[in-house]
């Protein structure tokens, strides 16, 4: 028997212990449906949803949909935070040196290799984060043009 997904935006968010309010669905919403979002991008976005919405407010929120664990936020060295919507799994991402493009990419198949570290030093590791960086296709074939 396979456990039920809460049905409705709110009720996901009282099952992970949040307030519900207008902004916290239509952050959870609109990371979901989006991809790799920066924090401008997803304050747009909400702001075209609900009306005005501090950017204070989004940051604060997207922290709290982070900690919960409703929402994943990677940042690329030296690039700004952007949000997903996967969370639960051990994906990592592709991340383009040029235009700053952001892919996921499974882990290797099988049991998580990456998760057994080459030295632990003591540590139970649940969780690995790996960034591959390179030109996607469309970079790549401007450079080679």
């Known amino acids: 028997m396979t456990a039920s997904r809460p049905s409705t935006t709110a009720e996901e968010l009282r099952g992970a212990g949040l307030r519900v309010t207008a902004a916290r ?29 501090s950017l204070q407010a989004v940051y604060e929120g997207l922290n709290a949909l982070s900690a919960a664990g409703l929402v994943r936020r990677i940042v690329p060295a030296g690039g700004a935070a952007l949000y997903e919507g996967r969370v639960g799994d051990n994906h990592h991402h592709l991340v383009c040196r040029s235009c700053g493009a952001v892919a996921d990419v499974d882990c290797a198949v099988g049991e998580a290799p990456c998760l057994t570290a080459s030295d632990g030093h003591g540590f139970e590791v649940d969780e690995a984060e790996v960034v591959y960086w390179g030109l996607c296709p469309g970079c790549s074939t401007s450079r080679s043009a």
């Open 25 to 53: 669905v239509a952050l959870l919403d609109t990371v979901r449906e989006g991809g790799h979002l920066g924090v401008d991008t997803v304050a747009a976005e909400v702001r075209r949803r609900i009306g005005h919405v």
